[in-house]
């Protein structure tokens, strides 16, 4: 076959295992995926050690696309397990249910109570919000933003809201943060939603085994049975290009590899140098506990600046295939702004993570059996006032086509990763701002 025919496909996550193998499926091309780190997954990845297993955060399944829908059953098949969410916040001290609800804002402490019931009873979507800080404190009210986000964000971002775009909002938080259902827009609706609380329940979909790796690993061994390639610790460092074309890729090593088309998504930064546009990074502490805990939610949020994970999870409550029998774990994440001396040494934190957990009650320091930190790059795009600018400046050679998180620097779910995946094995395009059709969380 000639190599005119190749694909290049830059990236083994959910967006290139995708359309991978979908290429591979189609048939009538030679189809290599390039991939640096020395297994596929990407952010969708599951670490294992000494019998537990740890996803990089809680990672689940939940669209209401139909097509991604269908992609899962069939890569998935008898695999799949549908579980209710249990989500939650701590705030004050005490965990609330998450989404935030009337209810459990009632169980707030009272000088945060009152102020912050009312706001919810005055917001409105007035004028066009600046920034993020802006639009939270216009939806959700001055309390809310003080008591909470304004806290967290910093915290997770090493920015101030006001610094950060309406899309931040958009991206995270719109879709999840107030019950819609129970959101009061009287003062009756209030009483009653505060009478008769209604938890809404839904449920996502997790692999029966194998932790959220299982997904990309299936996706990976349908690409090489049907005879595409996938490299594994090759690092991609830059286009090549002939006459405003692609015509490849350079590695690492140096060495090149020639392709028709190159489907990327590394990081877009990767693909044009110089471009001002930032990621957040994560490490991930993956905690083993000797004995069971009685966490029950799969997902808490920390906005405390004082302590020191913006969110744990909770593996064995999406499966018990997670942790050894009579075992339990926890993943506490932290995430690292650019230039933030953590990255460098994750160790240093362990001692403060072992006080905060007892602090919260999530685990005592006896219960511990390791610590064991993972480095995540370029987990979340960060969106600053300017970011749309920057990205609309980039202007791709013919035959290069973005998908993906960091690719396309879109804040997507797996779900939206999977889609613009099919999307491009069928030669459509990546549909801009997915999050703003679909439910998700990051
Ligand atoms: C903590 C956390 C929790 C999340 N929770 C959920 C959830 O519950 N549900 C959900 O749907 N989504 C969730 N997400 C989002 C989800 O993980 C991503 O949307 C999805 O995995 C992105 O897949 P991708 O293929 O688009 O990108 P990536 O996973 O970023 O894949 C890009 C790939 O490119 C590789 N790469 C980078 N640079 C190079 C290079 N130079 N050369 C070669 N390869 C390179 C990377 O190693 C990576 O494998 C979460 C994300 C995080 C960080």
Not at 99 to 128: E, I, N
């Given at each position: 076959?000639?190599?005119?025919e190749?694909?290049i496909?830059v990236?083994?996550?959910v967006?290139g295992l995708?359309?991978a ?14 991939e640096g780190?020395?297994?596929?997954g ?6 294992t050690r000494?019998?537990?297993?740890f996803?990089?955060g ?6 209401s696309d ?5 992609y ?6 008898s695999?799949?397990t549908?579980?209710?969410r ?9 965990y609330q ?8 804002v ?10 912050s019931?009312f706001?919810l009873?005055?917001v409105?979507?007035r ?6 800080a802006d639009?939270i404190i ?5 309390n ?6 304004r806290?967290?964000t910093r915290?997770?971002t090493?920015l ?11 991206a ?5 943060v107030?019950d ?8 009756l609706?209030?009483?009653r939603?505060?009478v008769f ?5 839904t449920?996502?979909i997790?692999p ?7 997904f990309?690993?299936l996706?990976a061994?349908r ?5 595409g ?12 290009e ?10 690492s090593?140096?060495?090149?590899v020639?392709?028709s088309?190159?489907?990327?998504s590394?990081?877009?930064?990767e693909?044009?140098p110089?471009?001002e546009?930032?990621?957040i990074?994560t ?9 069971r805990t009685?966490n029950?939610?799969q ?6 600046p004082?302590i020191?994970f913006?969110?744990l999870s909770?593996?064995r409550?999406?499966?018990e295939?997670?942790v ?6 926890l993943v ?11 990255w460098?040494?994750p160790?240093?934190m362990i001692?403060?993570?072992m ?16 610590i ?7 987990s979340?795009?960060v969106?600053?006032?300017d970011?749309k600018?920057?990205l609309a400046?980039i202007?791709?050679?013919a ?8 690719g ?7 779900d939206?990763?999977?889609s613009?995946?099919?999307a491009m094995?069928s030669?459509?395009d990546?549909?801009r701002e997915f ?7 990051r």
């Amino acid at each position: 076959m000639a190599i005119a025919e190749r694909k290049i496909v830059v990236g083994a996550g959910v967006a290139g295992l995708t359309l991978a193998e979908r290429l591979c499926a189609g048939g009538g091309c030679e189809v290599t995926v390039l991939e640096g780190e020395d297994s596929p997954g990407g952010l969708a990845r599951t670490f294992t050690r000494e019998g537990f297993s740890f996803d990089i955060g809680p990672h689940r399944f939940h669209t209401s696309d139909t097509a991604v829908q269908s992609y899962l059953l069939e890569i998935l098949g008898s695999e799949i397990t549908a579980i209710p969410r249990a989500s939650s916040v701590y705030i004050a001290g005490r965990y609330q249910d998450w989404p935030l609800s009337l209810g459990g804002v009632t169980k707030l402490p009272f000088s945060m109570l009152l102020p912050s019931a009312f706001d919810l009873l005055r917001v409105g979507t007035r004028g066009t919000p600046a920034s993020f800080a802006d639009h939270i404190i216009a939806r959700y009210g001055r309390n809310l933003y003080r008591h909470f986000f304004r806290g967290y964000t910093r915290k997770f971002t090493g920015l101030d809201g006001s610094e950060l775009h309406t899309d931040w909002a958009a991206a995270g938080v719109d879709r999840a943060v107030i019950d819609r259902k129970v959101k009061a827009d009287s003062l009756l609706s209030l009483a009653r939603s505060l009478v008769f609380p209604s938890p809404v329940t839904t449920s996502f979909i997790y692999p029966e085994r194998g932790g959220i790796q299982r997904f990309p690993d299936l996706l990976a061994e349908r690409i090489e049975a049907s005879g595409g390639t996938i490299r594994l610790s090759t690092r991609v460092e830059g286009l090549l290009e002939d006459g405003g074309a692609v015509r490849g890729v350079r590695l690492s090593d140096g060495s090149e590899v020639e392709g028709s088309e190159v489907f990327w998504s590394a990081p877009v930064t990767e693909a044009f140098p110089g471009l001002e546009l930032h990621f957040i990074d994560t490490i991930v502490y993956n905690v083993a506990l000797r004995a069971r805990t009685d966490n029950a939610y799969q997902w808490c949020y920390f906005g405390e600046p004082g302590i020191c994970f913006s969110r744990l999870s909770i593996p064995r409550n999406f499966s018990e295939a997670m942790v050894p029998r009579g075992a339990d774990s926890l993943v506490a994440e932290v995430t690292c702004p650019p230039g933030d001396p953590l990255w460098d040494s994750p160790s240093s934190m362990i001692q403060r993570l072992m006080e905060d957990l007892g602090r919260v009650g999530a685990a005592a320091p006896e219960d511990i059996l390791f610590i064991s930190p993972e480095k995540v790059r370029r987990s979340y795009p960060v969106y600053t006032l300017d970011y749309k600018e920057r990205l609309a400046a980039i202007r791709p050679p013919a035959g290069l086509r973005l998908l993906g998180r960091c690719g396309t620097f879109w804040y997507n779910n797996m779900d939206h990763s999977i889609s613009q995946g099919l999307a491009m094995a069928s030669g459509g395009d990546v549909p801009r701002e997915f999050w703003k059709t679909s439910v998700g969380t990051r």
